[in-house]
């Protein structure tokens, strides 16, 4: 079992910036891809960014591509996702999940943390 916890959320105004950790622990693979989801009020959950472990290789949605920036620390287990130019609509419960390859659907997804909230106000 793999097991994926979210920290950093938190409330902040439009334009500030956050950074939310990934912390992984338990069974590793030797190769595998964390992405990070968002969940908005009523919606479904929606792709945000990705990062393969071995070769650090990034995806990004369309809507956050020049504003957020995921990394990793190999030593710790743990991806981040910095979030800079924040928006009202960046609103979202974010959620970090781990799978062998990149599929950007949340279905596809082998393990999933239990999210962080990040409030933006305008």
């Known amino acids: 079992q793999v097991q994926l916890v979210e920290s950093g959320g938190g409330s902040v105004q439009a334009g500030g910036s956050l950074r939310l950790s990934c912390a992984a622990s338990g069974r590793t693979f030797s190769s595998y891809v964390v992405e990070w989801f968002r969940q908005a009020p009523g919606k479904e959950h929606e792709f945000v960014a990705a990062?393969?472990?071995?070769?650090?290789?990034?995806f990004y949605a369309d809507s956050v591509k020049g504003r957020f920036t995921i990394s990793r620390d190999n030593a710790k287990k743990t991806v981040f996702l910095q979030m800079n130019g924040l928006k009202p609509e960046d609103t979202a419960v974010y959620y970090c999940a781990l799978n062998g390859v990149v599929v950007r659907t949340w279905s596809g997804m082998d393990y999933w943390g239990k999210g962080t909230l990040v409030t933006v106000s305008s």
């Open positions: 990062i393969s472990w071995n070769f650090g290789s990034t």
